[in-house]
T-cell receptor, first 114, second 117 residues
C-alpha cells in the first residue's frame, strides 16, 4: 500500500541553524513527491515538487529537497532557518489509482527558537 | 495564479442542521477537486474526489449521504455537511487540480473551520 512516513512529529532548531526534515515513501511506481507548508489555521502552500529529472529540487523560501530512490526518501532541507519558518510541514506523494490522489505524511511541526 | 478560495472561512452551526462549504478556483479551470478533513494537529485525510459533471468518489469510511459533494462547474465545488453533529467539527480543506496530463498538481484553499454545537 502507498504511504508516506515523516518520522519526526516535531523538531526544534535555532534561528540561523540548518534544517532537515525527513520523509520516506512507499509506492511501487514512479513517485511524484511534494512538500507543503501549513501555518496555523491556514491551507497548504506548495514548497517544491519532484516529478523527474534532477534529484535535487529547489523550492520557494530557500528550501530544497533531494530525491533518493534507493532510500525511498525525499528529505527537505534549508541551510539557515528563519523564525518565520515555524509551521507544520507535510510530505506527500501523488499516486495514480485510475485518477490521481495525494497521500500525505503525518506532518512535522517545526519550532524555531531565538 | 492558481488561486483557490473557500467560503466561509469559519462557520458555527447547531447540531442537526446542514452547512454548505464552497470551493472555487479563481483563475483556472479545475477538472478535479478534492475535499480533505484535518483533525487538530493531524494530517489531511482525503474525503472525496470530484470531477466536474460526475459523481464524487468517496474514500472508504466516508459517508456519502452525510458529506454531499457537488462539482457543478469547472470552477466550483461544494461540500454540504448534512445533519451535522459535534463530531463533524473539523477543518475542511479543498484543493483543485487543472488536470494537466501527467502533472499531479493541486492548489489548496485556505480551509473552513466548522464548529457544530
Amino acid at each position: 500500500a502507498q504511504s508516506v512516513t515523516q518520522p519526526d512529529i516535531h523538531i526544534t532548531v535555532s534561528e540561523g541553524a540548518s534544517l532537515e526534515l525527513r520523509c520516506n515513501y512507499s509506492y511501487g511506481a514512479t513517485p511524484y513527491l511534494f512538500w507543503y507548508v501549513q501555518s496555523p489555521g491556514q491551507g497548504l502552500q506548495l514548497l517544491l515538487k519532484y516529478f523527474s529529472g534532477d534529484t535535487l529540487v529547489q523550492g520557494i523560501k530557500g528550501f530544497e529537497a533531494e530525491f533518493k530512490r534507493s532510500q525511498s526518501s525525499f528529505n527537505l532541507r534549508k541551510p539557515s532557518v528563519h523564525w518565520s519558518d515555524a509551521a507544520e510541514y507535510f510530505c506527500a506523494v501523488a499516486v495514480n489509482t485510475g485518477g490521481f490522489k495525494t497521500i500525505f505524511g503525518a506532518g512535522t511541526r517545526l519550532f524555531v527558537k531565538a | 495564479g492558481a488561486v483557490v478560495s473557500q467560503h466561509p472561512s469559519r462557520v458555527i452551526c447547531k447540531s442537526g442542521t446542514s452547512v454548505k462549504i464552497e470551493c472555487r478556483s479563481l483563475d483556472f479551470q479545475a477538472t478535479t477537486m478534492f475535499w480533505y478533513r484535518q483533525f487538530p494537529k493531524k494530517s489531511l485525510m482525503l474525503m472525496a474526489t470530484s470531477n466536474e459533471g460526475s459523481k464524487a468518489t468517496y474514500e472508504q469510511g466516508v459517508e456519502k449521504d452525510k458529506f454531499l459533494i457537488n462539482h457543478a462547474s469547472l470552477t466550483l465545488s461544494t461540500l454540504t455537511v448534512t445533519s451535522a453533529h459535534p463530531e463533524d467539527s473539523s477543518f475542511y480543506i479543498c484543493s483543485a487540480s487543472p488536470g494537466t496530463s501527467g502533472r499531479y498538481e493541486q492548489y489548496f484553499g485556505p480551509g473552513t473551520r466548522l464548529t457544530v454545537t
